[in-house]
């Protein structure tokens, strides 16, 4: 079982990036998402699961147009994944701060 930092990035703005892709060989991944807005102004973000490197429908999105206040932090806590599934997340800020934990239960 892996367990602890999945992942962290700090994507280029307005553009959807995969923060973390869960294994195809597991039973599930349990994670929390963390993000901080280290911008002198608010940032916008779209956080989704999608079983693709693109958001395919609005459904995917479990966060949608949040703002993170100025030095702001935001989080998701308690969210699972299938396997295959990544977390795809975007910012209207380029420096924002996305880092993912949680545990990964792998299938050998």
Not at 37 to 56: F, G, K, Q
Not at 68 to 92: C, N
């Amino acid at each position: 079982m892996a367990k602890g930092s999945l992942g962290r990035l700090v994507p280029a703005a307005a553009t959807d990036t995969v923060l973390f892709t869960a294994t195809v060989n597991c039973s599930y991944v349990d994670f929390d998402l963390f993000v901080v807005n280290p911008n002198a102004l608010d940032a916008t973000i779209n956080v989704a699961i999608s079983s693709n490197d693109a958001v395919a429908d609005a459904n995917e999105y479990i966060e949608s147009g949040t703002i993170i206040p100025t030095k702001g932090t935001h989080e998701i806590i308690a969210r699972k994944l299938s396997p295959g599934d990544r977390v795809i997340v975007r910012s209207d800020r380029a420096d924002t701060i996305f880092r993912i934990e949680g545990s990964e239960e792998v299938i050998y």
